[in-house]
């Protein structure tokens, strides 16, 4: 039953233009994000001219900072894709037929986590191909170290990855927790381009605040990658250490675990027509 009901969600992702088009805005974004950096960057660092080359970030931080991209700038689009995947549903009306497929609707909604979280792979690898591939040729154009021969980045990308696919799950808690779409995307969208962010500047500025800050989603997910962002630049420079790579992704999983079984017993087990 799990099987079938697993091969149902997939089919509902693949059949719609949702999951490529996030995926095509996916790969833009990331690329012109770490491209753009990573030759900003380069041209300050080799750029005699420029005045800024003491000022410029040291450059064994520049490559894990723009691969690690696709984690902090790009977890909004599995996030989406996996609330869109639920409240899609409940907009039009397709739970009734489908309950009436799998009467068992835990199990809906496990095989649409895992669904979810398969394609929250594909698209850390679609973020890792863009972060890197012109990330990596950004540094290679101002002849800088891409670190693309050291184990440690591999593990990193691959933390990436990993991470994007936790967010896709988490996504498919809020869309479960929150079953109206356009409230679903509007608290999506303001709390990671926004309130998150925002957040995260401010507790910068006192250790207490930095210390709590490392719980923040958008924190947990950095930590779980190990690359340096613009955002734990204050840790490094002496605040609080950031969470461990293996506690940022255990923080991770339970949010989107919690989130799960709250949206379950909040609105999923509710009668539908």
Known sequence: MFFAAFRAEIAKLLTTRTWWILAIILFLYIGAVSGGIGALFGFFTTSEGSGMGDEAPPTEFLAPMLYGSVSTFGYVFPVLLGALAVTTEYRHQLLTPTFLATPKRGIVLGAKSL???????????????????????????????????????????????????????????????????????????????????????????????????????????????????????????????????????????????????LGYFVSWKRDVT
């Open 115 to 261: 669904a979810l979280f398969l394609f929250g792979l594909f698209y850390g690898l679609i973020g890792v191909i863009a972060s890197v591939g012109l990330g990596a040729g950004a540094l290679a154009l101002f002849d800088l170290d891409t670190q693309l021969g050291d184990s440690d980045t591999w593990a990193m990308i691959g933390r990436g990855v990993l991470a994007l696919a936790l967010w896709a799950i988490i996504g498919v808690g809020l869309g479960a927790l929150i079953p109206n779409q356009v409230a679903a995307i509007v608290v999506i969208l303001a709390f990671t381009q926004f309130v998150e962010p925002t957040l995260r500047a401010v507790v910068m500025f006192a250790d207490w605040a930095a210390s709590l800050g490392r719980f923040l989603p958008g924190a947990a997910s950095d930590a779980l990658v190990g690359a340096p962002s613009l955002f734990n630049a204050g840790m490094a420079a002496g605040g609080p250490d950031p969470l461990e790579w293996w506690q940022g992704g255990l923080l991770l999983g339970t949010l989107a675990l919690v989130l799960t079984v």
